[in-house]
């Protein structure tokens, strides 16, 4: 049923012709007169009310709720909003005499040159020159510059910055001078907004209760943001066929998913499979997608800063592709021209050697390689 909204003047009115309908006489309801006034007064209480029902409603009603109002309404059947994410991605630091040693610390600050973003450096244990006993990176003498894994200070998307964007160091470093990025931070993503919250959660109470492909894959969408998945059944993962068995192909983005996050989605397909089923899950088989392409840039324009926007742009293109996506080579054409105005004409568009869309292999996923923009 809809509620029918009225204003103060149709409210008014209809009081109005309610007292004087009921009245024997000619009521005096002049400007100004008492009884005017009394029924202005409860107009303005009516209205006042009408207000609070409707806000009311609104916040009973998962269409039409905002911000928290959406969280607690999901929170009533379990369902939860996907939290931001922080950026992570390389930086670089180096020196110009490299003549002693030098330690770069995990929690080191980084900055962009307008200061407004903010990176971390974090361990990472797969990187030769990290020492974990020391909590940090080992720069050894004669070895000029250092990569190492660092991440946005604050969730979201706004840490996704774009290839020398990092130029500050924040926390000082004996024995090194500079910082930067060579390539872009990826992988930031605000909290999930309310048009995604709603979506997703009609996926998910239409998954309840339900072991079909549709319900496993609200399951897996729902263990964070980011995420791409593909199922193929009756296969198994050398790619013969198995009947009852399936295989879930997942990927962050990255190409290559941490195990937790594997096992993870193991858990969730177990407890949804069907019986008698057998099943898998992996990260992609990778193809990496070599692009080579010629800007021609206006006139009075740092071509070099067009450049890192492009490549970037492109990058950042395919690392969104989902499992199983083609990269379609007229694609990039327009991404070079998207990202900057300043772009007057776009050759030599080469993708893996050729001038052919890029489909990725079975259980693969299209992730970027060299992106040399000239």
């Known amino acids: 049923m809809q509620l029918s909204l009225q204003n103060f003047t149709t409210l008014l009115d209809g009081m109005a012709a309610a007292v004087q309908g009921a009245a024997s006489a000619l009521l005096d309801l002049t400007v100004g007169s008492v009884l005017r006034a ?13 207000w609070l029902i409707v806000q009311v409603l609104a916040t009973t009603r998962l269409a039409t709720s905002t911000g928290s109002d959406c969280d607690s309404f999901g929170a009533d059947f379990g369902f939860f909003r996907l939290p931001a994410a922080a950026a992570t991605g390389a930086v670089t630091f180096s020196r110009f005499t490299p003549s002693v040693a030098a330690f770069i610390p995990v929690g080191t600050n980084v900055t962009t040159s307008d200061n407004s973003q903010s990176f971390t450096v974090i361990a990472d244990t797969t990187n030769p020159a990290f020492n974990a006993a020391g909590s940090g990176y080992n720069l050894a003498g004669g070895i000029a510059s ?7 200070a604050s969730a979201g998307s706004a840490g996704n910055v774009q290839p020398g964007s990092i130029s ?14 060579a390539l872009a931070f990826a992988g930031g993503v605000d909290a999930e907004s309310d048009a995604a919250f709603r979506t997703r959660f009609g996926s998910y109470l239409g998954s309840l209760s339900k072991a079909t492909d549709a319900a496993i894959g609200s399951a897996i969408l729902g263990i964070q943001q980011g995420l791409s998945y593909v199922i193929n059944e009756n296969i198994n993962q050398a790619g013969a066929a198995q009947m009852g068995n399936f295989v879930v192909t997942v990927d962050d983005g990255s190409g290559a998913p941490p195990a937790a996050l594997i096992s993870n989605v193991q858990q969730i397909v177990e407890a949804l499979r069907p019986v ?3 099943f898998a899950v992996q990260g992609p088989v990778v193809l990496l997608a070599e692009v080579s392409m010629t800007l ?9 800063i ?25 694609r990039l054409a327009q991404l070079a021209y998207d990202a900057s105005s300043a772009v007057t004409n776009v050759s030599a568009v080469v993708l893996n050697g050729g001038t052919s869309d890029l489909v990725p292999p079975l259980f693969g996923a299209v992730r970027p390689g060299t992106v040399a923009v000239s």
């Open 276 to 278: 008698g089923s057998s």
């Open 296 to 304: 021609s840039t206006q006139a009075g324009v740092s071509h070099q």
């Open 306 to 330: 067009v450049v890192a926007a492009v490549a970037g742009a492109i990058e950042s293109y395919i690392d969104g592709l989902s499992v199983g996506a083609t990269l379609n080579y007229t």
């Open 146 to 152: 250092l990569t190492v894994l660092a991440a946005a």
């Open 38 to 50: 009394i029924l202005e007064a409860n107009a303005s209480l009516a209205l006042w009310l009408q």
């Open 168 to 181: 500050v160091i924040s926390s000082a470093i004996s024995g090194v001078d500079t910082v930067t990025n």
